[in-house]
Nanobody, 126 residues
Framework: QVQLVESGGGLVQAGGSLRLSCAAS????????VGWFRQAPGKERQFVAG???????NVADSVKARFSISRNNAKNTVYLQMNSLKPEDTAVYYC????????????????????WGQGTQVTVSS
């Protein structure tokens, strides 16, 4: 069983930066792809970025110029660096782990992930 805990969310002014962390315990985290999703009120959960177990990354086109994802396997942690934040980035951000897919694969659909964190709120003020 894998437990995921997100941290690093908060209130930030437009143009600011935040770094979200997703800390894992249990399981074999280094073998899992990890994704970040976000969900704003009244909207569907949206893929933001993902990183495969072998370090490949995929960042959604809508945030590619501003967000990046990385992982530190020694710390069982995946990071989402968010720069030049905009009010439309306001959402609850979730990390998720895929324990099934092969090492190069990065799922972008939420149902392909089998473990989820509780989410962390990011609010960007204008």
């Amino acid at each position: 069983q894998v437990q995921l805990v997100e941290s690093g969310g908060g209130l930030v002014q437009a143009g600011g930066s935040l770094r979200l962390s997703c800390a894992a315990s249990g399981g074999t985290f280094t073998r899992y792809a990890v994704g970040w999703f976000r969900q704003a009120p009244g909207k569907e959960r949206q893929f933001v970025a993902g990183i495969s177990s072998n370090g490949r990354t995929n960042v959604a086109d809508s945030v590619k110029a501003r967000f990046s994802i990385s992982r530190n396997n020694a710390k069982n942690t995946v990071y989402l660096q968010m720069n030049s934040l905009k009010p439309e980035d306001t959402a609850v951000y979730y990390c998720a782990a895929d324990s099934v897919s092969p090492g190069y694969y990065i799922p972008i659909i939420s149902r392909e992930y089998d473990y989820w964190g509780q989410g962390t709120q990011v609010t960007v003020s204008s």
